[in-house]
Nanobody
Framework: VQLVESGGGLVQPGGSLRLSCVAS??????????MNWFRQAPGKERELVAG????????TYVDSVKGRFTISADNAKNTVYLQMNSLKPEDTAVYYC?????????WGQGTQVTVSS
């Protein structure tokens, strides 16, 4: 399993970014999956930001991003997205894509998101 993130960058407060995570090694269409976005800011622990599962078509968000971030999946592209709107300086972090397959954690390399004026 490989996860490759993209879409990070520098954005002003109030701006938007869309992160992408392309998964390989398994197929969304023929698998039960849960895909997550985590983030880690300097000096802080890694935290779960959002998750999506095709079992029950469920999504979950940390309270601090509810109403601003949206996680979605495109089964045809084996890709998970994180649409981030109304970004705040406290959203600055490295964002990681994550999944668990056969009881093993897989992580992408991370993409930096910086929110600053």
């Amino acid at each position: 399993v490989q996860l490759v993130e993209s879409g990070g960058g520098l954005v002003q407060p109030g701006g938007s970014l869309r992160l992408s995570c392309v998964a390989s090694g398994f197929t969304f269409t023929f698998s039960d999956y849960t895909m997550n976005w985590f983030r880690q800011a300097p000096g802080k622990e890694r935290e779960l930001v959002a998750g999506i599962s095709n079992v029950g078509a469920t999504t979950t968000y940390v309270d601090s991003v509810k109403g601003r971030f949206t996680i979605s999946a495109d089964n045809a592209k084996n890709t998970v997205y994180l649409q981030m709107n109304s970004l705040k300086p406290e959203d600055t972090a490295v964002y990681y894509c994550n999944t668990v397959r056969a009881w093993r954690n897989y992580w992408g390399q991370g993409t930096q998101v910086t929110v600053s004026s």
